[in-house]
């Protein structure tokens, strides 16, 4: 094969190969792929039309500063300065005292809000009444009418063809103004019968609390309640150490789970009851807490939440020789009665006038028509439930008194605490007509004062024991215990003491009121409580089975400390996984070792 045929060969070959490859189709496609695509064309531009001609709207028209958005913009800010007027207006009946008396279904609050369930009922009326008075005093019209008078000027200012389609139209049907009370009516009966719906599920929802609490009231008219003198125990302070170290939280309810109320707790009581036991509780709203320790319904402690004062309730206290009536007090200068067997809350006197009321500090039920009260601005009343006539004020201190106590052998004879830095023990048979002990010049009398005791700071309460011994503290962080039983040789029975006996004044002072009282125990206890935290109290155990003379008072340590009458300390009862808050208010069953404390959180816990 010569070069010129192999030659031929090659460029045939080749050919045929680049048949195969068609790289003539491939060009096209790789032309057809880099070549851009034709941009869009734009649209064509729509004429521009003419604004269409728009009648004025509600806002427009406020805008304008027409008289019609005058007039819109006068009625509504009537109608926002009723409301707010209302809402103050409501807020100041709250913490007014509630006058008459009601039935115990109709006082009670919801846990979560500290409120009446049913407030309409008890202040609706009179907010009411006030609300109209407000109306006619400021000259404001009814929405009603101020409705009618838009809807004139809306008509006087349209032409009298409209007005005549208008009276046309409403020959056919119902005028707009109707349509909208009917549908207002429609709205306001809607609204209603849901709220009836939603009462009936709270009241269902109450029942069996309120069932359970309604039942242990004629229990406890079977209950003697006496305030007769137990023997002293010769226990030894060992003996009573061991027996009190065995006290622990109760295992009916875990505190950590309920509040008895809704605000910080002021005043606490635990019923004489040794079975089916009640625990009461007043906070900073007026409200009263009922637990039934020994009840549960479903699983769940037995609480329910009352409101029958408008302010802080200062003191619980139970009625001699009726266990099923309970009395409270308030700074909103009322006391009022909770009968536990028919239920009812009834008024029992009042101080000052609803708008300015004396405030009660402090109260001691004397028997079942008497009862002793000392108020915010430093007066005590005697007040006979029996008779109508108001009651007879006493200036004992020029400034507040903190709480007081009645002498459990002598009720003529009282010890009282007050923010003047002072206590001071009175006797109730020799009123001078000529006030020696106060620098105001009211005109009020004062008992015959046998003595007073001076302090650093003020002095926050006293408390009286059977055995004649008084226990008082206060902002100083000290307690102090005094001895008038007779048994040291200073001193004789503080019931031998006449009604002019005043015991001898060691230092003699330049003041009005003689500082000759001592006391023979002076221990070291913090008391700064702090804004948040109720005021520490001592409190005696009144009548203790054992015999034992002891008092209890709360510890910032989130404890509850006991002592015995010569203040040495039994025991601190505490439980760091339970107590999780100081139980700044306390008090002692008047018999059994049980001691119940409540927290600013109205959580409470029972010792038992």
């Not at 039935?103 to 979560?112: K, Q």
């Not at 302090?455 to 001895?483: A, E, H, M, P």
Request: hydrophobic fraction near 35%; glycine fraction near 6%; charged fraction near 35%.
């Amino acid at each position: 094969m010569d070069i010129e045929e192999l030659r031929l060969k090659n460029i045939q070959r080749n050919q045929d190969l680049l048949r195969q490859l068609n790289l003539d189709s491939l060009h096209k496609n790789i032309g057809r792929e880099a070549r851009p695509e034709p941009k869009p064309k734009r649209a064509k531009r729509a004429p521009k039309k003419e604004p269409q001609r728009v009648m004025p709207t509600r806002r427009s028209r406020r805008l304008a500063n027409s008289p019609e958005s005058q007039e819109e913009d006068r009625i509504e800010e009537q109608r926002a300065e009723m409301e707010r007027l209302r809402q103050q207006r409501l807020k100041d009946m709250r913490s007014m005292r509630l006058d008459g008396d009601f039935a115990m279904d109709d006082l009670v609050a919801d846990l979560r809000l500290g409120s009446l369930i049913d407030e309409d009922k008890i202040l609706g009326k009179k907010l009411a009444a006030e609300l109209e008075k407000m109306k006619k005093e400021q000259g404001i019209k009814d929405e009603g009418d101020q409705g009618e008078d838009v809807q004139k000027e809306e008509h006087d200012d349209e032409d009298e063809e409209d007005k005549e389609g208008q009276k046309d139209e409403k020959k056919k049907k119902p005028s707009q103004s109707n349509v909208k009370e009917e549908n207002d009516d429609a709205v306001k009966t809607n609204v209603k019968a849901e709220d009836t719906e939603d009462n009936e599920e709270e009241v269902t929802a109450e029942v069996p609390y309120l069932t359970t609490l309604k039942e242990l009231g004629p229990k406890y008219t079977l209950l003697e309640n006496t305030s007769e003198a137990v023997e002293s125990s010769s226990a030894s302070l060992k003996d009573m150490r061991l027996k009190l170290l065995k006290l622990a939280l109760t295992k009916n309810a875990d505190p950590r789970d309920f509040k008895l109320t809704y605000n910080r707790i002021t005043s606490m009581f635990l019923h004489l009851a040794t079975s089916d036991r009640l625990v009461a509780a007043g906070d900073t709203n007026g409200n009263l807490g009922l637990w039934a320790v020994d009840a549960l319904h479903d699983s769940e402690p037995v609480v329910a939440l009352f409101k029958p004062h408008g302010r802080t309730i200062s003191r619980i206290a139970e009625l001699p020789l009726n266990a099923h009536k309970l009395v409270t007090a308030s700074y909103d200068g009322s006391c009022r009665m909770v009968d536990l067997a028919k239920f009812v809350s009834t008024e029992q006197f009042v101080t000052g006038s609803a708008e300015e009321p004396a405030g009660i500090s402090d109260i001691s039920v004397i028997d079942q028509n008497q009862i002793y009260a000392t108020t915010l601005d430093g007066r005590f009343l005697r007040r006979d439930l029996r008779e109508r006539k108001g009651s007879e004020y006493l200036r004992l201190h020029d400034k507040k008194i903190g709480g007081f106590a009645v002498n459990p052998n002598a009720d003529y004879q009282i010890a009282t605490a007050s923010l003047d830095r002072s206590m001071r023990i009175w006797d109730l048979r020799n009123i001078k007509k000529k006030n020696t002990v106060s620098e105001l010049e009211d005109g009020l009398k004062a008992p015959h004062l046998y003595g007073s005791f001076p302090s650093r700071l003020s002095i926050s309460t006293v408390d009286w024991s059977q055995s004649n011994r008084l226990v008082c503290n206060g902002y100083d962080d000290k307690i102090q215990i005094f001895d008038y039983s007779g048994a040291s040789n200073k001193l004789k029975v503080i019931t031998s003491w006449s009604d002019t006996y005043q015991p001898d004044e060691k230092t003699k002072t330049d003041g009005i009121v003689p500082e000759n009282l001592e006391s023979f125990k002076s221990i070291n206890h913090n008391c700064q409580t702090g804004r948040w935290v109720s005021i520490l109290k001592a409190r005696w155990q009144k009548r203790p089975a054992d015999g034992y003379q002891k008092f209890a008072i709360a510890n910032m340590k989130r404890s509850i400390d006991l002592f015995n009458e010569d203040g040495d300390r039994l025991v601190t009862l505490s439980d760091p996984d339970l107590m999780t808050a100081v139980p700044a208010v306390v008090a002692f069953h008047p018999t059994e070792n049980w001691i119940v404390g409540g927290s600013s959180s109205g959580k409470v816990f029972l010792f038992e």
